[in-house]
């Protein structure tokens, strides 16, 4: 039986810092302070907002949201990014995406133009750089640090080990292929034209599923021994939920199946998910320390 490697208690430590480092920066006359920019009232947009929200407030960072109709122009939209950019108070921003349909066509050129010192979700070419190059540009995005914050809390070091991403977005996949190469693993990405995924996965011992295909991981491309993250988060309407019916939350991994193979496996829901509200947090409490020189951890 595997090991679950669940997010709570993550979450559950890293509040504790970020708690304490908000209360350091407080004692200096600084109060962390998030943006969340949401054009239009989509289901998953609200979701995420209250989640980023109610994270804030257990962290005591405190947020000013700035909300747009579904229908609002490209140039209001960049007014609002420029108020933001320019407000001292606000150390970072979280702009809800997709972006509206009349709004996709333009919007990595909206997205660049927040401030990177003030993207704390990733979204920007310079933060992408940084996590190129591993200098100090902007922030990684949150899922992919999640994945190793959850590495770190269980005490599963990258270095040396070979580990295979599923998945190359620069959400999740080739972001977080960059950390793991950074803590010294040797990083294989595999995607939809790469031939037999599963004899490549099965030569991990830290396999990263980030295809976003329920179902696609099987007890084929598994091991007994590796450490498996699903970042995946997928809707499944054959599994039961928390109210007795049928439809709920899952990753790309077949659960039943990969389980009892695997050492350890994030389940979904539960896992890393779970992880990357407390991520964002905790990079509005980095920029917000970074205006007084300093560097904190997550």
């Not at 350091?24 to 989640?51: F, M, N």
């Not at 490209?74 to 150390?91: C, F, W």
């Amino acid at each position: 039986m595997a090991k679950q490697l669940l997010g709570k208690e993550v979450t559950e430590a890293m509040n504790r810092r970020l708690q304490e480092q908000v209360a350091a920066l407080k004692a200096q006359g600084v109060t962390p302070k998030l943006a969340i920019v949401r054009c239009g009232e989509t289901p998953s947009d609200l979701a995420y907002e209250k989640g980023a929200e109610s994270r804030a407030v257990l962290i005591g960072v405190e947020v000013q949201k700035f909300l747009l109709p579904e229908d609002v122009t490209k140039q209001r939209l960049m007014e609002v990014i420029d108020q933001v950019n320019a407000d001292d108070s606000i150390h970072g921003c979280l702009l809800l995406r997709p972006l509206p349909g009349h709004l996709r066509a333009d919007q990595d050129e909206i997205c660049n133009r927040l401030a990177p010192a003030k993207d704390v979700d990733g979204m920007t070419d310079l933060s992408s750089a940084g996590v190129f190059t591993g200098k100090s540009l902007g922030y990684p995005p949150c899922t992919p640090q999640a994945c190793m914050e959850m590495l770190r809390h269980y005490g599963i070091d990258p270095k040396g080990k070979r580990a295979v991403v599923i998945g190359r977005s620069l959400v999740v996949g080739k972001p977080v292929a960059m950390m793991l190469l950074a803590e010294h693993a040797t990083v294989t990405i595999c995607h939809t034209k790469t031939m037999d995924i599963a004899s490549i996965a099965r030569q991990a011992d830290i396999l990263i599923s980030a295809a976003g295909t329920l179902g696609s991981l099987t007890k084929d491309f598994v091991r007994p021994g590796q450490v498996v993250l699903d970042v995946s988060v997928n809707w499944d309407e054959k599994k039961p939920n928390a109210r007795g019916g049928l439809g709920a939350m899952a990753g790309d991994a077949v659960y039943g199946e990969v389980e009892p193979i695997v050492a350890a496996i994030t389940p979904v829901p539960g896992g890393v998910g779970s992880v990357t509200t407390s991520v964002l947090i905790g990079h509005v409490v980095q920029a917000a320390a970074r205006t007084l020189r300093q560097e904190v951890s997550l």
